[in-house]
């Protein structure tokens, strides 16, 4: 079975300072996207990855960064965590159009 | 926006009832599917349906796609407690494979 992992489940933070979120993923699947879910908003996509270095702007990128140095491991962060950045953020990794496999999610609370 | 929406966005039935959730959404797709999500938990693929297919079956789940509305809708037959859990749609384009396109839900409650 595909795993995906997050590095946290809970996490609270401080205005301003800088979040790492990490996810791993063990079946090497070359796409992995970064979510963040708000109640009534559904998921939206913040960034994604096809390809080792290789990243794109999702729906909602402005405030976040990513990295993916090593295909099995995509990094989303906040450069600035600020409180509007509270939400619950989902990874996940696929390796066609047809499915995706998400981690269990984690929550930041931003103070 | 291509988001799919889904319909209703709560949905409250006893256990063994059908429960039957409607996900509309603008663009021509590739595909569309189904995810479950515990709460406080990440999303699970239930089943997928391609464009030129009208409905599919796993299980206890069917899924009906009418690409002419726009439209799909997810069955659930004779539902358990344990079906309790929300509910998303996901789009995938036809020019577009790269994103998948989530609604906000559909919060499920099977009362035993």
């Known amino acids: 079975d595909v795993k995906v992992t997050q590095s946290s489940r809970y996490l609270v933070k401080r205005t301003g300072e800088k979040v790492f979120l990490e996810c791993v993923q063990d079946?090497?699947?070359?796409?992995m996207f970064w979510y963040r879910q708000d109640p009534g908003l559904g998921l939206r996509l913040i960034y994604f990855s096809y390809d080792v270095k290789m990243k794109e702007k999702g729906d909602i990128p402005e405030g976040y960064s990513v990295s993916r140095e090593k295909k099995e491991r995509f990094s989303l962060i906040l450069e600035s965590a600020s409180t509007n950045q509270t939400s619950m953020y989902l990874c996940?990794?696929?390796?066609?159009?047809?499915?995706?496999?998400f981690g269990p999610g984690t929550r930041l609370l931003v103070l | 926006s291509q988001q799919g929406e889904e319909d209703p966005q709560a949905l409250s039935i006893q256990e063994g009832e059908n429960a039957t959730m409607n996900c509309s959404y603008k663009?021509?797709?590739?595909?569309l599917q189904w995810y479950r999500q515990n709460s406080g938990r990440g999303l699970v693929h239930l089943i997928l349906i391609r464009s030129n297919e009208r409905e599919k079956h796993s299980g206890r789940l069917r899924v009906t796609l009418d690409t002419s509305k726009k439209s799909s809708s997810l069955l659930i037959t004779a539902s358990r407690a344990a079906d309790t859990a929300s509910y998303f749609c996901?789009?995938?384009?036809?020019?577009?494979?790269?994103?998948?396109?989530f609604g906000s839900g559909t919060k499920l409650n099977v009362k035993p």
């Open positions: 996901a789009t995938v384009r036809r020019d577009n494979f790269n994103k998948f396109y």
């Open positions: 663009t021509s797709i590739n595909n």
């Open positions: 996940a990794s696929r390796v066609n159009q047809e499915t995706q496999y």
């Open positions: 079946m090497d699947h070359e796409n």
